[in-house]
């Protein structure tokens, strides 16, 4: 039986213990979202759940992102699960190790492993009109009534399209995976690539003294965020009251998500304030021909702004070069520049981002009318509110299309969307739905809320960006956190095909 409408005669049988069900939920992936996702669906009691991760430990990005100098742009005391503060942070923006202990403790403390499979890459995932059946390359997996890909939204790392890329004779590896071990001291190293991770690596490589050439595209404007340490007393008085990193949290997440949201989504003094300071803070470079170097070509906030204070002074030293000129092709010895110059390397690393459009992929998902996702995908991507995904039913995304991408904690507003699933399904086991669907009218309403704002947005002055498509679709939400909080708070299920 189908019902457009929440709220239908059929629903209080189903209150009345009738048809009430206890839903089987896979996750897929045991990084930040996904527990956080298992943990609040054990603590609405919908605990018959299963995480497949693909790799042997929990953390997601924070597992595999150990570059030199990895940590994290949003300050750390807004960067952890709400009801599990750490007051224990070391720094303002906590080292990606750091984090990633982080993650480790609240994985023992929930207790999380023992639903937590890892090591199993899921391949596929095909519903059948009522379940989804998950298999790995070695055939079937498990079958379940809702699936959650809490794989998140930069997971897939993307590789420079470089001639002769394959002839260089020396390592070449992308940040995101790194080469444990390797002694870069005594290399000369090319990094390419100046978003948050490069600029990142760069400033640590640098300051150890590496022979380093900074290949940098497009310079980007950087946000004067010093990295400050918290000293021992510091730290002992937060342990000892921690309420004082909650209103450091709450302060950090104000700023974040209202100043820099703000800036990016209209014109007002947000977007004034932080274009002067990054437009002081590269007036700081005392060389005229290094700030010229490093001067974008785009308004501030075009991109996702960077956070540093370290990475000017870093490559103002004698041991670092950026080269400007674009790489025209690679070599056995190195990388080739426009002006035909041989940058000769032992080392090539890129720091070229991720594959914006990846979600679940290379997760092959296919619905009962054998369409794949990845192919309704290809022209736009699109899921209702970000998580639901018209023609795909009991199907969610944590960090799906046109969730918020901007300068802001992943931790907080994916908060907001896995309270949101845990009521979907708690919704649907007590009410007898086996089948929930975002309409498709839901998804274009969903979509041209994200389109109408794009004209007030700092994007319309020309930016380029890995978010915005060639139509001018940003692939991120565009109001604020809050806003976005707000239409997932209560689902209205009217926006839903529910079946029994
Ligand atoms: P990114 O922002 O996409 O930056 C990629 C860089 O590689 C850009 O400078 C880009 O230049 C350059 N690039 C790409 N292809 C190139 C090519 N063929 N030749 C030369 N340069 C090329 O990637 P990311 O720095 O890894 O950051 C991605 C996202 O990860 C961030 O925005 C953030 O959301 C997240 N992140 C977060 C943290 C954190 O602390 N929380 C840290 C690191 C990353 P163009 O600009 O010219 O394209």
């Known amino acids: 039986m189908q019902s457009d409408i929440a709220g239908s005669p059929a629903m209080g049988e189903a209150r009345n213990g009738k048809a009430a069900y206890r839903p089987r939920t896979a996750i897929i992936g045991a990084g930040a979202a996904g527990m956080m996702q298992a943990i609040k669906l054990r603590e609405a009691g919908l605990d018959d759940i299963v995480i497949y991760e693909k790799a042997n430990e929990v953390g997601g990005t924070w597992r595999e992102n150990r570059y030199p100098g990895v940590a994290c742009d949003v300050p750390a005391h807004h960067y952890n699960y709400s009801f599990e503060h750490n007051p224990g942070w070391s720094h303002r923006l906590a080292l990606g190790g750091e984090i990633q202990s982080y993650m480790l403790k609240v994985a023992d403390k929930y207790d999380l492993r023992r639903d937590i499979v890892f090591g199993t890459k899921v391949t596929g995932c095909r519903f059948d009109g009522r379940k989804w059946h998950l298999e790995t390359v070695e055939?079937?997996?498990?079958?379940?009534?809702?699936?959650?890909?809490?794989?998140?939204?930069?997971?897939?790392?993307?590789?420079?399209?470089?001639?002769?890329?394959?002839?260089?004779?020396?390592?070449?590896?992308?940040?995101?995976?790194?080469?444990?071990?390797?002694?870069?001291?005594?290399?000369?190293?090319?990094?390419?690539?100046?978003?948050?991770?490069?600029?990142?690596?760069?400033?640590?490589?640098?300051?150890?003294?590496?022979?380093?050439?900074?290949?940098i595209r497009t310079p980007q404007w950087i946000f004067p965020l010093p990295n400050r340490r918290f000293g021992d007393m510091e730290r002992k008085i937060v342990r000892a009251m921690p309420w004082i990193g909650r209103a450091a949290g709450r302060f950090y997440g104000w700023f974040f998500e209202h100043v820099f949201a703000e800036a990016v989504i209209k014109n007002g003094w947000q977007r004034k304030f932080l274009s002067s300071m990054c437009k002081w803070h590269l007036g700081r470079i005392k060389d005229p021909?290094?700030?010229?170097?490093?001067?974008?070509?785009?308004?501030?906030?075009?991109?996702?702004?960077?956070?540093?204070?370290?990475?000017?002074?870093?490559?103002?030293?004698?041991?670092?070069?950026?080269?400007?000129?674009?790489?025209?092709?690679?070599?056995?010895?190195?990388?080739?520049?426009?002006?035909?110059?041989?940058?000769?390397?032992?080392?090539?690393?890129?720091?070229?981002?991720?594959?914006?459009?990846?979600?679940?992929?290379?997760?092959?998902?296919?619905?009962?009318?054998?369409?794949?996702?990845?192919?309704?995908w290809e022209g736009q991507t699109g899921a209702h509110l970000s998580v639901h995904v018209p023609g795909f039913p009991n199907f969610m995304l944590v960090g799906g299309p046109h969730s918020p991408r901007g300068n802001f904690s992943a931790i907080a507003y994916s908060e907001a969307i896995v309270d949101h699933i845990v009521k979907v399904i708690k919704f649907c086991a007590e009410n007898?739905?086996?089948?929930?669907?975002?309409?498709?009218?839901?998804?274009?309403?969903?979509?041209?809320?994200?389109?109408?704002?794009?004209?007030?947005?700092?994007?319309?002055?020309?930016?380029?960006?890995?978010?915005?498509?060639?139509?001018?679709?940003p692939e991120t939400w565009t109001g604020t956190p809050d806003a976005y909080r707000e239409i997932l708070r209560e689902p209205r299920y009217e926006e839903f095909k529910l079946a029994r």
């Open 139 to 215: 055939g079937h997996l498990d079958t379940v009534d809702f699936l959650v890909a809490a794989t998140g939204p930069l997971h897939v790392p993307a590789f420079p399209r470089i001639e002769g890329l394959d002839d260089f004779e020396g390592a070449k590896f992308h940040s995101a995976q790194w080469m444990d071990g390797i002694d870069l001291s005594d290399k000369r190293v090319g990094v390419i690539g100046s978003g948050s991770t490069g600029t990142q690596l760069i400033a640590a490589l640098a300051n150890q003294g590496v022979d380093l050439t900074a290949f």
């Open 432 to 473: 007898g739905y086996h089948s929930i669907e975002a309409k498709p009218e839901a998804l274009d309403e969903f979509l041209q809320k994200v389109k109408s704002a794009v004209p007030s947005t700092i994007w319309i002055s020309g930016c380029t960006n890995w978010y915005m498509d060639e139509n001018g679709m």
């Open 289 to 376: 021909e290094l700030r010229r170097k490093l001067t974008p070509p785009d308004e501030p906030l075009c991109k996702r702004m960077v956070m540093s204070t370290a990475f000017y002074p870093a490559v103002s030293r004698r041991n670092v070069e950026i080269v400007r000129d674009g790489i025209v092709r690679a070599t056995e010895q190195g990388i080739v520049d426009q002006s035909g110059r041989l940058h000769e390397l032992d080392v090539i690393i890129f720091a070229t981002g991720f594959d914006a459009r990846a979600y679940h992929r290379p997760i092959e998902l296919t619905n009962a009318r054998g369409e794949s996702l990845t192919k309704v």
